[in-house]
């Protein structure tokens, strides 16, 4: 008998149409079930169709509310289903869902809360603009000031996470629009074990990036810079309300649900 | 240091009363709710007493370092509408948590509610 999947991979997306079907190809192709939830952060093209054709459950939001909202709501979703770790992943195509075993690896294994998947780790100077760049060694630097220890890519949306961080997430005081560095910097105040894996990032073929523009990148630094000093100075216990060990976990969906029947016959996520 | 002209006091004065009349209008319509008036209430107040109170004014002027009064009640007003503003976007930042956590539900539920059917519609076949 099969077991239910024990993870979810949550894609937020927002007019993907054309880059999604590549990134659930890559994801159904992996040796064990995984479920899948597609969140549809307002999106003006095909991309719900696109998702539910290629066998994800997709979550609809009325209008566009932001990245981390996207992210929020595979939380919340996972939250009701039970599932033991939830792995992040953009829908632009740039994250190697192969990669996706080795990130889930010391989550599954209970040696982290949270694996980020980094670029660096597989190239140390993977091409990007001189903005993005400076930003990156930035954040890197403050990260490593405030947490006293190394994270490569503080930006990466390429994440795992366990039920209790990701029920942590789907609290409010997850950021709305971009849950980056000041977010890694909250879990680790909140004590979460946090790890990074190599994982493979290529350049975006289509679409456009949320921080395409001076407006945008502007607005992401400063935004990321004022979350940040809120955060050093917020005390720890506003973190700390809800003790990671009593993470309250619906039951998983019963079988013979559509969330069940949607599941790939395949074999069983990593213990 | 001169206190405020005949003709300032006077503008002044009505003003004020009529920023408070209007504010107690609105409640009365149930235009404004209560919870969003005491600070605009409170304005006007402000300026009213102000307006009134020479010696007030005078000391208050002499506090912020100023030689004049009117500028003073300028400062005052501009200051509680800054307040005012302040207040409206803690409002704004927690309806926008309020609508995301509906907008989020409602996207949960819609999902639950078509799983819901699909199963129906296989166990009626």
Same mark, same amino acid.
């Given at each position: ?122 190239? #140390? %100077?993977? +091409?990007?603009?001189? !903005?993005?760049? =400076? ?9 490593? $000031?405030? &947490? ?99 993470? #309250? %976990?619906? +039951?998983?969906?019963? !079988?013979?649900? =559509? ?9 069983? $996520?990593? &213990? | ?125």
């Amino acid at each position: 008998m099969k077991r239910a999947p024990r993870g979810l991979v949550v894609v937020p997306a927002r007019d993907e149409a054309q880059t999604l079907p590549g990134v659930l190809a890559g994801i159904f192709a992996l040796p064990f079930a995984l479920d899948v939830v597609v969140i549809d952060d307002g999106a003006t093209d095909q991309t719900a169709e696109v998702a539910r054709r290629a066998g994800a459950v997709v979550l609809t939001h009325p209008f566009w509310l932001g990245y981390g909202a996207a992210l929020q709501t595979g939380f919340k979703y996972a939250l009701s289903g039970g599932y033991a770790w939830v792995v992040t992943i953009d829908a632009d195509g740039q994250h190697d869902p192969a990669d996706i075993p080795a990130l889930v690896a010391p989550v599954a294994q209970s040696a982290a809360d949270i694996s980020v998947g980094s670029r660096f780790l597989v190239d #140390p %100077a993977f +091409p990007m603009g001189f !903005a993005k760049r =400076c930003g990156i060694w930035f954040f890197r630097g403050v990260f490593r $000031a405030l &947490a006293r220890r190394t994270i490569t890519d503080p930006t990466s949306g390429f994440k795992c996470l366990s039920r209790a961080a990701y029920a942590f997430c789907a609290r409010d005081l997850f950021p709305h629009d971009y849950p980056d560095t000041d977010m890694m910097i909250t879990l680790q105040k909140a004590h979460f074990r946090i790890v990074e894996r190599p994982a493979a990032m290529s350049p975006r073929r289509m679409g456009r990036s949320m921080h395409a523009g001076a407006a945008a990148q502007i607005y992401y630094a400063f935004k990321a810079c004022v979350s940040i000093l809120a955060t050093v100075f917020r005390e720890s216990h506003a973190y700390l309300g809800e003790p990671k060990g009593r993470t #309250p %976990a619906a +039951p998983p969906a019963p !079988a013979g649900s =559509c969330e069940a029947a949607r599941r790939s016959p395949r074999e069983t $996520a990593p &213990a | 240091m001169n206190g405020l002209t005949f003709r300032q006091k006077t503008v002044a004065v009505f003003l004020a009363i009529g920023l408070v009349i209007l504010i107690f209008e609105l409640i009365r319509r149930r235009r404004l709710r209560e919870e969003y008036s005491w600070l605009w209430m409170l304005t006007g107040l402000a300026v009213l007493v102000l307006a009134v109170w020479d010696d007030l004014l005078a000391a208050l002027s002499g506090l912020i370092g100023s030689t004049n009064p009117p500028p003073t009640l300028f400062f005052f007003g501009v200051l509680f509408v800054v307040l005012i503003c302040l207040q409206y976007a803690v409002r704004i930042s927690d309806l926008a948590v309020q609508v995301k956590n509906l907008a989020q539900k409602t996207a949960l539920l819609e999902e639950e509610i078509r799983c819901q059917r699909e199963d129906r519609s296989k166990a009626s076949l």
